[in-house]
Nanobody, 124 residues
Framework: QVQLVESGGGLVQAGGSLRLSCAAS????????MGWYRQVPWNERELVAA???????NYADSVKGRFTISRDSAKNTVYLQMNSLKPEDTAVYYC??????????????????WGQGTQVTVSS
């Protein structure tokens, strides 16, 4: 099976920086896209940033110019560098991997996965 393990969340003052990491493990053949979402209790989960295997990226308007997503395909790992953090960035951040092809016995299966979430808190 496939697991996504996140790290790097925490508490930071406004204007500070954090770097999130998400590593996918398992008998992975390829991953189409990886990204980060965030959620606060009263809102739906929203896309923060995503990157495809071809290298294209997509950002939420609220984080453009402040956050940078990058990917190490050889390590099946995606990163989110978050700079100039604001209190409104406070949320649980979830890693997502779409189009994960992995070996299951003699078969290659394809599925989507979520990480367990990591808390990011930005104090004013």
């Amino acid at each position: 099976q496939v697991q996504l393990v996140e790290s790097g969340g925490g508490l930071v003052q406004a204007g500070g920086s954090l770097r999130l990491s998400c590593a996918a493990s398992g008998s992975i053949f390829s991953i189409s896209a990886m990204g980060w979402y965030r959620q606060v209790p009263w809102n739906e989960r929203e896309l923060v940033a995503a990157t495809t295997s071809g290298g294209s990226t997509n950002y939420a308007d609220s984080v453009k110019g402040r956050f940078t997503i990058s990917r190490d395909s050889a390590k099946n790992t995606v990163y989110l560098q978050m700079n100039s953090l604001k209190p409104e960035d406070t949320a649980v951040y979830y890693c997502a991997a779409d189009g994960v092809k992995y070996y299951s016995g003699s078969f290659v299966r394809r599925d989507n996965y979520w990480g367990q979430g990591t808390q990011v808190t930005v104090s004013s």
